[in-house]
């Protein structure tokens, strides 16, 4: 029988109480990515489906189409996101973000779309047509783009409210800004939640969290922004090199306290703007990290659960030198044996 109240029916079959809730590993469903820049436009829900790809909306689609003319000569993996002009809160339309360099640009617009690209994505450089600011604090988006997934707009403008009154309480509004954002891949995984943030070292940190409800939203606060603590059972990645299959996401818990990972294949969604994305490691408590070696060039931090720990585990390089060492001496130990039990024979 049809309930009479359709908040409750919206949230039974798109909401946080929907059967699909807490079914999939999250770990490793974000691919990996260097950096986000998201394009502010609009309200979330004026947009279209697809609003990189809509004829009634050219400067997204612009923008969409020269990310991908041009994504193979940016030295930097780039995912780019559509989010919320909020003037309430300083932004307009054509205001970009770029993390991790925590600056914004203002007046981006039809007529200079290409010389942005060449000047910052491809070259690195200061943008000739504008002005960086740096931006500080952190930074929550939250896709809440319903028509384009009806469960993200169910989950995400609770989801903003919700982490709006908390932040409130807290008082922290001039340290945490949160905004509503465009499709991000896996609307499965509503509420997604994606978190900009400094570590205690100074060093911008992009998580991204799935299954996300209003009861997690203190825990997001409390442990993830001031203490730097990955919430790991909604994890999904992070801004930086991509977890391997299997690594890291068999210690995954979900919110239900159910072991998901056995059986389960990580699925990665791509956002139309932008199809190489992240999910890295993660960082340590109050800045202290554990990390295992992915290159010679780059060291991040993945999670790896022990009960309420995050473990470091040695490289294969450090235990190879350390079962080397063990066998010298060893080797060192029946010599010395040997010259005994001939010195007695002799």
């Not at 409750?8 to 469903?29: C, H, I, Q």
């Not at 003037?87 to 640009?105: C, H, K, N, Q, T």
């Not at 391997?244 to 056995?262: F, H, P, Y």
Request: with cysteine; charged share 25%.
């Amino acid at each position: 029988m049809a309930s009479d109240n359709p908040t409750v029916v919206d949230d039974a079959t798109n909401g946080f109480t929907r059967p699909e809730m807490y079914k999939e590993n999250l770990a490793g469903t974000v691919d990996a990515y260097d950096r986000h820049v998201f394009l502010c436009y609009k309200s979330h829900v004026a947009w279209p489906p697809r609003v990189e790809s809509s004829d009634a909306d050219p400067f997204p689609k612009l923008v969409a189409a020269t990310w991908k003319a041009r994504r193979n000569d940016m030295p930097l993996k780039t995912k780019i996101t559509v989010c919320e002009a909020r003037e309430e809160a300083g932004f307009s339309d054509g205001d970009v973000l770029i993390f991790p360099e925590m600056i914004r640009y203002r007046g981006l617009e039809e007529s200079n779309v290409d010389s942005f690209f060449e000047d910052v994505l491809v070259n690195g450089k200061p943008w000739t047509a504008g002005v960086p600011e740096v931006v500080t604090g952190s930074h929550v988006y939250v896709c809440a783009h319903g028509s384009r997934d009806v469960r993200c707009g169910v989950c995400g403008p609770v989801l903003i409210k919700k982490l709006n009154e908390e932040i409130e309480l807290r008082g922290l509004k001039d340290q945490i800004s949160v905004t509503a954002c465009s499709h991000v891949g896996g609307h499965k995984y509503a509420g997604n939640v994606i978190i900009y943030s400094p570590r205690a070292d100074g060093k911008i940190m992009g998580h991204w969290y799935g299954y996300v409800t209003p009861n997690d939203v203190p825990e997001l606060l409390d442990q993830h922004i001031a203490k730097g603590e990955v919430i790991q059972r909604l994890w999904r990645g992070q801004m930086g090199p991509s977890v391997v299959d299997g690594k890291g996401a068999d210690d995954q818990k979900l919110a239900n306290g159910k072991d998901t990972s056995k059986g389960k294949k990580n699925h990665v969604e791509s956002d139309k703007l932008s199809s190489n994305e992240t999910v890295g490691c993660c960082q340590g408590v109050n800045g202290v990290s554990c990390c295992r070696t992915a290159s010679a060039e780059q060291n991040e931090e993945i999670p790896k659960q022990q009960g309420s720990k995050i473990s470091c585990s040695w490289s294969v390089l450090q235990q190879r030198d350390i079962l080397t060492a063990v066998g010298v001496l060893g080797a060192v130990a029946v010599v010395a044996v040997a010259y005994k039990l001939y010195r007695r024979s002799g």
